[in-house]
Structures are given as C-alpha cells and as structure tokens.
C-alpha cells in the first residue's frame, strides 16, 4: 500500500491550494480515504473523510465550509482542497486509507501518506 501527497505549497492568507493523494496497491474504490494534519508541537488532528463511493463525507468543524474533499475512483486519487486558508491551516497534511467502506471513527485509519507541508504567511 502506498499514498503519496502532493499539491502543498507556501501561500498567502485568503489563497487557495488543491492537495492530491496518488494511492496503490490496494483496491482503491474499496476503501473510505481520510486527510489529516500536524503543525509543529501538536498533536495530528482529523481534517476530512470520505467513504467509498464519495457520497458521504465529513469535516473538522474548523474546515467546514473552506475545506472539500473529493476523489476519483478511476485514477486512484483523493483530494483536497482548501480555500480561504488562514495561517492556523499551516500544517503537514497527510492522506489515509480507512480499513472501512463506509465513515466510522475519525481515528480509524490503518495506512498512511509522508505528507505535505502547507504554510499560510502573509
């Protein structure tokens, strides 16, 4: 099983940034996806999921209404992006894979991405 994030990057309070996690070796449509950050000296914390088939998702309360998650089941591919990015979203986002179909617990997840640094600075 591999993730492999892309798409971080420095930008600018108010910007916008669309991260990708490019999977394999698994079943990809199978699984419910995640994204998660850490910022220095903090704990990670849930950011986004969605279960299998995209119909369903859920978001921190701290990201809804900026933050959408997404995939493409044909190109084995989560995403997310973010909007209205505030310097309190400057973090390493990682993407994971659920062990579900379906969203269960935020904390839940089995395989995980290196990450992507996100830095939002005026």
């Known amino acids: 099983v591999q993730l492999v994030e892309s798409g971080g990057g420095l930008v600018q309070p108010g910007e916008s940034l669309r991260l990708s996690c490019a999977t394999s070796?698994?079943?990809?449509?199978?699984?419910?996806m995640g994204w998660f950050r850490q910022a220095p000296n903090k704990e990670r914390e849930f950011v986004a999921a969605i279960s299998w088939t995209g119909y369903n998702t859920d978001y921190a309360d701290s990201v809804k209404g900026r933050f959408t998650i997404s995939r493409d089941n044909a190109k084995n591919t989560v995403y997310l992006q973010m909007n209205s990015l505030k310097p309190e979203d400057t973090a390493v986002y990682s993407c994971a894979r659920s062990p579900y179909t379906t969203l269960t617990s935020r904390q839940n997840y089995d395989y995980w991405g290196q990450g992507t640094q996100v830095t939002v600075s005026s």
């Open positions: 070796g698994f079943t990809f449509g199978s699984y419910a």
